[in-house]
C-alpha cells in the first residue's frame, strides 16, 4: 500500500510542493512489484496533484515462447486526489462530479495504489515478447528455439496453397489443351 498523510499540506497554501519518494511494493496483476520513484504532490485550489515517474518490473509470460519474464514498466503518474472532509472541521465535503475521481480519506490519507495498478495495466503489452527477437516455439515439437534449435523439418507449406497451385497448374494445363485443340 502506498499511502501518504497529506493533511500538512491540505493546510498549506495554494500551490505548496512536496516531493516524496516512493519505495514499495505492489499488488499489480496478482504478484508483488516493487515500485520506485518520486511523486511530486501540489496543493491545488480543490485538490492535491500527484505527479511523477514510476518504475516497476512485472512478471509476464513470454505470447510466443510462453516463459516467464521480467518486464519493465514506467508509469507517468498525473491524477488528482479530491479530499473527502475537510482538514480544519472535519466536515464532509462534496466531491466534483467526475466519475471515478480519486480521493483522500477522513484521515487525510492519500492512498497511490490504485492509481499505480490502473497505469501499470495500461502500458504493460497486449502480445508481451521475453525479447524483441524471440523466435518462440517449434509448431511441430513445442520445443522453446531460443534455448536450442530442434532437428524438425521446415514447416510444411499451407495446404490451403497447395490446393490453389494445383487449380492453376490444371487450368495452365487446360488451356495448353485448348490452343492445342483448336489449331
Ligand atoms: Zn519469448
Ligand atoms: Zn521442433
Redesign the pocket.
Known amino acids: 500500500m502506498v499511502q501518504i498523510n497529506v493533511s500538512q499540506q491540505l493546510k498549506a497554501p495554494i500551490g505548496s510542493i512536496r516531493n516524496y519518494k516512493l519505495s514499495e511494493v505492489v499488488d499489480i496483476a496478482g504478484g508483488d512489484s516493487l515500485v520506485q520513484g518520486e511523486i511530486r504532490l501540489m496543493r491545488t485550489d480543490r485538490s492535491i496533484l500527484a505527479k511523477g515517474t514510476l518504475q516497476t518490473d512485472i512478471e509476464l509470460t513470454?505470447?510466443?515462447?510462453?516463459?516467464l519474464?521480467s518486464c519493465p514498466l514506467t508509469l507517468n503518474i498525473e491524477e488528482e486526489y479530491f479530499p473527502t472532509t475537510d482538514v480544519a472541521t472535519g466536515v464532509p465535503v462534496s466531491l466534483p462530479d467526475e466519475p471515478g475521481c480519486f480521493t483522500i480519506d477522513e484521515h487525510n490519507i492519500l492512498d497511490l495504489t490504485e492509481a499505480i495498478r490502473q497505469y501499470a495495466l495500461l502500458v504493460t503489452p497486449m502480445k508481451p515478447?521475453?525479447?524483441e527477437d524471440?523466435?518462440?516455439l517449434c509448431p511441430t515439437c513445442g520445443c522453446?528455439l531460443?534455448q536450442a534449435p530442434c532437428d524438425c523439418p521446415p514447416k510444411p507449406a499451407d495446404p490451403r496453397w497447395s490446393e490453389i497451385s494445383k487449380l492453376v497448374l490444371a487450368n495452365n494445363q487446360a488451356s495448353v489443351n485448348e490452343r492445342k485443340g483448336t489449331k
Open positions: 513470454c505470447s510466443r515462447c510462453l516463459s519474464f515478447l521475453c525479447r524471440c523466435v518462440g522453446n531460443n
